[in-house]
């Protein structure tokens, strides 16, 4: 059945709101410009858009945190300034609560229970880049200061009361935080994944999945087991070279990204499916030349993907249903979108995402387009 092509465009309140369409002559020019959104003729969805807002997470199934900057004049050199400042929206009042002034952390990892955050901000004392490290508590608003003085790194959630944070180089190697802030250094992983100037193993995107803690190895799919961290044995289980995976929330499937040729090259890239064990589930979902935003929604029934074909040209979202194996392209635009994370709301019906309508570097337009799936 053909496809039919509609820009939907809705005022302040959504979802229960009345809609105006615009029917779009179906030409590339157009549909590029005006950014279509690409509905099928069962109409299986509806869309929505808040524009000037840059959403950032749900709260609530009616609920969205998002960010807002509004340009507030340009500094000596004509570059933009903004005040960027973040709040709650109500998706179906409209209302607004909260607003505060935004603070961008370098590292934001919240806890699997959603209760502590670990957080790494940057600043500069003088001529020296200088890190301040906390543990925020999500409902209590308490910090708690931690005592690392890594500057770069990344910080990954062993369970609900400890972070396994991973320095950069000269940043102290592999440590284990809890929740009161006591650091205990971890030798045998540290040997395993120190960042180094002259390291040929390339540890990356080290996540906990069950009882195992994957990373990509080089160019390959590897991971150790929980229980052995303090004598840890690789298992690799992908000889494929792969740039980034995506696991299941409930853990049975793993969504990676391979990549024939080097990384950083226009190659080949395939999005498909794996078992915790690494072996293929099914087909490949997706062949392009870059993949960013892969999002599960949080009963699984939906993988949601960026992919370009025409980068820097062309991007467009997909959402499979993991169950049918349908796969549908829900958006296709020239704006910028590759730095948009795709959010899920807990009811897993609505799915978010924002895109820049500026064709500027400098400039800041964003647009926040939310989907309901019936």
């Not at 990892?109 to 790494?120: I, L």
């Not at 990356?204 to 190895?217: D, K, N, P, S, W």
């Amino acid at each position: 059945m053909m496809k039919q092509l509609i820009c939907v465009e809705v005022m302040a309140v959504l979802l229960s709101s009345c809609m105006t369409e615009k029917s779009l002559v179906s030409t590339k020019y157009e549909l590029e410009e005006n950014a279509s959104i690409v509905l099928d003729s069962s109409n299986s969805w509806t869309t929505s858009r808040f524009k000037g807002i840059h959403g950032v997470g749900w709260i609530s199934d009616h609920e969205i945190e998002f960010v807002q900057s509004v340009k507030i004049g340009t500094d000596e050199h004509h570059e933009p300034i903004y005040n960027n400042t973040m709040g709650f929206k109500d998706i179906i009042s409209g209302e607004v609560r909260g607003e505060k002034p935004d603070i961008s952390y370098d590292i934001y990892s919240v806890s699997p229970d959603d209760r502590h955050v670990y957080v790494k901000l940057n600043h500069m004392e003088g001529e020296k880049l200088v890190a301040e490290h906390r543990m925020l508590s999500r409902d209590g608003g308490e910090t708690k200061e931690i005592a690392n003085q890594a500057i770069a790194g990344s910080a990954i959630w062993l369970d609900n009361e400890h972070v396994l944070y991973r320095g950069g180089i000269g940043d102290g190697g592999v440590v284990q935080i809890d929740l009161q802030g006591k650091i205990t250094p971890m030798p045998a992983l540290n040997q395993l994944m120190e960042h180094n100037d002259t390291d040929t193993r390339n540890i990356e995107q080290v996540a906990r999945i069950g009882e195992r803690l994957y990373f990509i190895e080089g160019s390959g799919f590897s991971y150790i087991e929980m229980s052995q961290l303090d004598n840890p044995v690789i298992h690799r289980i992908y000889e494929k070279s792969v740039n980034r995976f995506y696991p299941a929330p409930d853990e049975h499937q793993i969504a990676v990204v391979t990549t024939e040729g080097s990384q950083f090259s226009r190659t080949k890239r395939e999005l498909l499916l794996l078992d915790p064990d690494g072996n293929s589930l099914g087909n490949h979902l997706e062949s392009g030349e870059y993949f960013n935003s892969v999002s599960w929604s949080l009963d699984q029934s939906k993988l949601t993907y960026v992919v370009t074909k025409q980068y820097p040209n062309q991007y467009e979202v997909h959402v499979v249903d993991t169950k049918s194996g349908e796969n549908k392209m829900i958006y296709k635009s020239t704006n910028r979108m590759a730095s948009s994370e795709m959010y899920w709301s807990p009811n897993s019906r609505l799915m978010m995402f924002t895109v820049d309508r500026s064709n500027s570097t400098l400039e800041s337009q964003p647009e926040t387009i939310i989907y309901e799936f019936k």
